[in-house]
């Protein structure tokens, strides 16, 4: 009987670069398994690119993502149905499968490495400091807002954007009247301060409180927005025409699926580039989407810069694309051949891109190199921006300093937020940081907080302009301080109570004082400011009102019960801290209600009685 054959399929006694061949093994209905992995790749890459939302654009980084996220789908599909992780003798095969996408994945990947390259500071610092260019003036009338005999404060926003925040969230109670309280809060972060018909404004949208209130209320959508005047510091909600064609606002960037803002805009133009959105309305209160179209000025994914608009209409979702040079003309035609403005835009450029296009000028204007070590001419913008309202137009403000990081400026730059034109002057004096502490400094006692000051132009004096705040952004005060010397200070009043003209007369008398120099203000039209001291009598007049309670409705606000009770076709607040008996009416109770004079949709009431029990009495 002979010996059994032995077969050895170790790598012994084999040559140093001998290795075992890997065998590759396909599953059964090998054909089948790869066909339906293409079929569940091409869902979850549509559901990916749904929720993604990435451009079909090499210039940006989530066009890479995406399609790794789609290469990652098909080997996980093909890994899955062939069952090699119980399966190991099916892996060589799996990953012979999986080379295809791996390459095109490596191959997308040197595109973006190149990119980086191409697009770094290193090799194009020049390429950076080119992407805004200006105008040099020494000229202070000539970039900032004037205010003297002729020009007054009406164009000036007397609040930031945190106190106007705090206005708008307080008429969110107005919602009441048509049974939405508590529905819906302040979509800030796409708020837009603007000129709105010749004032400074700033417009907030709004968003739902959480996901089942969106989906209570997504059916109709947003019943309005919010604007909020800057400078005397009027609020309304303005609330839209719910029976109208239109309706409300029912596309957002705070929406869900379908209505969602983004999702519209990456449907009609699926390689845009998207960059900042903001919330606007045009002079007859329309309100607007504005999404920036942004293109890559150095390299493959750097330099970034508008080279368009996408504008949605808010209510119907309608979009159109308009280039940079429609916009920046402010007029352009439309299909029937009519010219349809565009001047009421106000954000093209949003300010972050703006002020970091200044920083690239101000760091890699004399090269990379000198940018590190000898930074010779290297300036950047200082910390925190403002906004001007300059001939129909919002420019954002800055001001200039050297790489050091001083206390003090080299110059202010003003840029258009429509045309991106900038203005650069020079001038010497405190950093906008230094002119807040001086202020703060001068009502030290009072803990208030000075915003980010306003430059203005106050008879020929550049002046930093900024109101007092408390903890709470209540605007208790005005301060001015000098731009050339910020121990030049002066406020109104330490009694809470703003004074605009009190403050200006002071800070006149300051410069009489410190410089002999004599200012020239209208101060008749300086925008009264209410008082804010709740030991003076500044309630308005009371009026009082009697009829039959035909709707009560109630909510929790800050701890506190609110009724809001319709009597003769107008609806009443009142907390049940204050009037206790609030609670005790019902619908077709006789009552007497006093109340504060109030243009809104509600008025606060002071008291409510029944009208039998007054007129026993």
């Given at each position: ?196 018909n010749g004032a400074p ?163 890699y204007l004399n090269g ?7 930074q010779s001419g290297v ?239």
């Amino acid at each position: 009987m002979s010996d059994p054959i032995k077969v050895d399929f170790s790598d012994k006694g084999k040559g140093r670069g001998s290795s075992t061949k890997e065998v590759y093994i396909p599953p059964e209905k090998a054909g089948l398994k790869i066909f339906i992995s293409i079929i569940m790749t091409i869902i979850g890459g549509a559901v990916a690119y749904y929720f993604l939302l990435p451009p079909m654009n090499f210039g940006a980084l989530d066009f890479y993502t995406f399609w790794a996220v789609v290469a990652a789908i098909f080997v996980g599909s093909n890994f899955l149905l062939s069952k090699a992780f119980i399966r190991p003798e099916y892996v060589p095969y799996v990953k012979k499968v999986a080379i295809a996408p791996i390459i095109i994945v490596v191959i997308l990947a040197l595109v973006l490495g190149v990119g980086y390259l191409t697009s770094s500071v290193f090799f194009r610092a020049a390429s950076y400091s080119e992407l805004l260019s200006f105008n040099e003036s020494t000229d202070l009338d000539s970039g900032v807002t004037k205010i003297d005999s002729t020009i007054d404060f009406r164009n000036v926003a007397m609040i930031d954007a945190a106190a106007a925040e705090k206005l708008a969230d307080k008429v969110l109670g107005d919602l009441a009247t048509i049974g939405l309280e508590s529905q819906f809060e302040l979509a800030s972060e796409y708020s837009t301060q603007i000129n709105y018909n010749g004032a400074p404004c700033r417009v907030y949208p709004l968003r739902y409180g959480n996901f089942f209130k969106w989906l209570n209320n997504t059916k109709d959508g947003f019943p309005g927005y919010v604007i909020v005047n800057m400078n005397n510091q009027e609020t309304e909600f303005i609330l839209l025409d719910e029976t109208s064609s239109a309706g409300y606002i029912k596309y957002s960037p705070t929406e869900y699926l379908q209505k969602n803002l983004r999702r519209i805009v990456r449907f009609e133009y699926p390689t845009a580039i998207i960059g900042n959105i903001s919330f606007e309305a045009d002079d007859n209160g329309t309100p607007y989407w504005i999404c920036e179209v942004i293109e890559k000025k150095v390299g493959l994914i750097g330099g970034d810069d508008v080279k368009a608009i996408v504008m949605v209409d808010a209510v119907s979702g309608d979009s159109q694309y308009f280039t940079i040079d429609e916009v920046k003309s402010g007029e352009t035609t439309d299909a029937e051949g009519n010219k349809v403005s565009l001047s009421w835009i106000d954000q093209v450029y949003n300010g972050d891109l703006l002020v970091q296009q200044y920083n690239y000028y101000g760091t890699y204007l004399n090269g990379f190199w000198n940018s590190i070590f000898g930074q010779s001419g290297v300036k950047k913008a200082t910390v925190g921006s403002s906004y001007i309202a300059m001939d129909d137009d919002v420019y954002i403000y800055t001001g200039v300093t050297s790489v050091t990081a001083d206390e003090s400026i080299l110059g202010f730059i003003l840029i258009n937020q429509r045309t991106k034109d900038a203005i650069f002057y020079t001038t010497t004096g405190a950093t906008e940081s230094a002119a807040q502490n001086s202020a703060q400094g001068a009502l030290s006692d009072k803990g208030w907080i000075a915003t980010f000051p306003l430059l203005i132009n106050l008879d020929g004096e550049a002046t930093y302009f900024m109101s007092m705040k408390d903890a709470s952004n209540v605007v208790k005060g005005y301060a001015m301080v000098n731009v050339s010397n910020y121990n030049i200070v002066a406020t109104d009043a330490a009694d809470g109570n703003p004074d605009l003209v009190k403050c200006i007369n002071n800070y006149a008398k300051v410069l009489k004082d410190t410089k002999n120099m004599t200012i020239k203000v209208d101060t008749s039209v300086a925008p009264e400011t209410p008082s804010t001291d709740e030991n003076q009598n500044t309630e308005p007049q009371a009026n009082s009102v009697t009829g039959v309670i035909t709707d009560i409705r109630s909510q929790i606000e800050n701890g506190s019960t609110c009724y809001y009770i319709e009597v003769a076709d107008k609806y009443f607040k009142v907390s049940a801290d204050d009037v206790p008996e609030a609670i005790f009416f019902e619908n077709g109770d006789n009552v007497t209600v006093t109340f504060k004079n109030s243009d809104g949709v509600w008025a606060d009431a002071t008291s409510i009685t029944a009208a039998e029990a007054e007129s026993v009495a």
